[in-house]
């Protein structure tokens, strides 16, 4: 069964950082795309950052995250990381994983002062 669990939320100043964990279980193939969204009330999810396995992938972000936020894989522990640096208020939302159409519960980072 395929599951996807989100940690590492949780509430931070301005400046601060979090990282984020997407642990995956029950996918047949060993490369694929994954992606962290967010989401915050009344508004749409918003893809965050996507990291790419296949041959040749690689690592994309929305630009308001560019240069703050790294996406990265560990392949033994089969987990997404999201490291999110110099957090601003308005990367304060509901953080989801999505691997095929597949999503994780999500997990809230709140950042304020």
């Known amino acids: 069964q395929v599951q996807l669990v989100e940690s590492g939320g949780g509430s931070v100043q301005p400046g601060g950082s979090l990282r984020l964990s997407c642990a995956f279980s029950?996918?047949?193939?060993?490369?694929?795309?994954m992606k962290w969204f967010r989401q915050t009330p009344g508004n749409e999810r918003e893809r965050v950052a996507t990291?790419?396995?296949?041959?040749?992938?690689?690592?994309s972000y929305t630009a308001s995250v560019k240069g703050r936020f790294i996406i990265s894989r560990d392949a033994v522990k089969n987990v997404i990381y999201l490291q999110m640096n110099s957090l601003k208020s308005e990367d304060t939302a509901v953080y989801y994983c999505?691997?095929?159409?597949?999503w994780g519960q999500g997990t809230q980072v709140t950042v304020s002062s």
């Open positions: 990291i790419n396995t296949f041959p040749g992938g690689g690592t």
């Open positions: 029950g996918f047949s193939s060993s490369v694929f795309v």
């Open positions: 999505e691997r095929d159409n597949h």
